[in-house]
Nanobody, 123 residues
Framework: QVQLVESGGGLVQAGGSLRLSCAAS????????MGWFRRTPGKERDIVAA????????YYADSVKGRFTISRDNAKNTVYLQMNSLKPEDTAVYYC????????????????WGKGTLVTVSS
């Protein structure tokens, strides 16, 4: 089992920034690829960003490229999502996710989920 706890969500004005953190516990953190997903009402969880076990490979959804940055600190068992130039359409519940496979591209790839943190971007 891997337990994931997100933090850092909140209310921000358009154009602002937030940094989400996800603290992992349980199994060896560096064995897992990590990802951030988001969900808006009535929709599936969509991938936002993903990072491999070492941090050497990252993936971003087209909608966040150039604005969001995913990173990880294996010594701290933590993955981060730096979100800049936020837009109202970024409003969602953001979920941290862990996968035993090396490449995360969809929610089907995920083994463990956090409970989510709400990000609200006002216009």
């Amino acid at each position: 089992q891997v337990q994931l706890v997100e933090s850092g969500g909140g209310l921000v004005q358009a154009g602002g920034s937030l940094r989400l953190s996800c603290a992992a516990s349980g199994r060896t953190f560096s064995n897992y690829a990590m990802g951030w997903f988001r969900r808006t009402p009535g929709k599936e969880r969509d991938i936002v960003a993903a990072i491999n076990w070492s941090g050497g490979s990252t993936y971003y959804a087209d909608s966040v490229k150039g604005r969001f940055t995913i990173s990880r600190d294996n010594a701290k068992n933590t993955v981060y999502l730096q979100m800049n130039s936020l837009k109202p359409e970024d409003t969602a519940v953001y979920y941290c996710a862990a996968s035993r496979i090396s490449v995360i591209r969809s929610h089907y790839d995920i083994d463990y989920w956090g409970k989510g943190t709400l990000v609200t971007v006002s216009s």
